[in-house]
């Protein structure tokens, strides 16, 4: 799998000091609110098992499968939802924990759809940024790191469901897929 990697962007030490960081910033923020964590599948599954024990006050878990992409590199922009939540959000504190906001068309989607189901409150918690492909106006409350227009697996991400067990977050070389930047 490594032949297939570019370039390694943030590596093991990188990810484990950054989701320490978040998981103390959001142990900070949240005392007292007892939120839900809600692991958008499959991508934030590794994030999400590493950010929750970095979190140091009480708090809940759930996931959700949405997905945008299909089996291509290329966002198809149709949000579908594939298995949803097992708990009731009315009044609840949620935190949505993302792999990776890209064009924002999943994030859109889900903001809104939490909004009408009643939860208090709704932010964002995504290890990875790519801003220069933003489609939709939403942002992320709390980002791990900036990345450029790339396409990158590891670390949960993955290209046609593979490469999601590398324990680092690396640029998929260019022969192995097909990806146009946006220009
Ligand atoms: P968006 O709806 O375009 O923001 O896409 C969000 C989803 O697309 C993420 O949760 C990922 O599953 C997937 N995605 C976007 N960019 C990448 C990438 O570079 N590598 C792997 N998956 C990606
Ligand atoms: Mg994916």
Avoid: H, W
Wanted: aromatic share 8%.
């Amino acid at each position: 799998m490594r032949a297939d990697i570019q370039e390694i962007l943030l590596d093991e030490e990188a990810l484990e000091k950054r989701v320490s960081e978040l998981g103390a910033k959001i142990s900070e923020e949240y005392d007292g609110m007892n939120p839900i964590l809600i692991g958008i599948l499959k991508g934030s599954g590794i994030f999400l098992s590493d950010l929750m024990r970095k979190i140091t006050i009480p708090m809940e878990i759930d996931f959700l499968k949405a997905s945008s992409y299909g089996s291509s590199a290329q966002s198809s922009g149709v949000v579908q939802l594939e298995n949803d939540l097992s708990v009731d959000v009315r009044g609840r504190t949620i935190i949505l924990v993302e792999d990776i906001v890209d064009t924002g068309n999943t994030l859109k989607y889900l903001l809104e759809r939490f909004a009408s189901l009643g939860a208090v409150e709704v932010k964002v918690c995504s290890l990875l940024n790519k801003a220069g492909r933003r489609e939709q106006n939403v942002v992320a409350d709390y980002i791990g790191f900036e990345i450029p227009d790339a396409f990158v697996v590891g670390y949960g991400l993955d290209f046609a469901q593979k490469y999601r067990n590398l324990p680092y977050i690396g640029i998929l070389k260019k022969e192995i897929y097909q990806y146009r930047p946006k220009k």
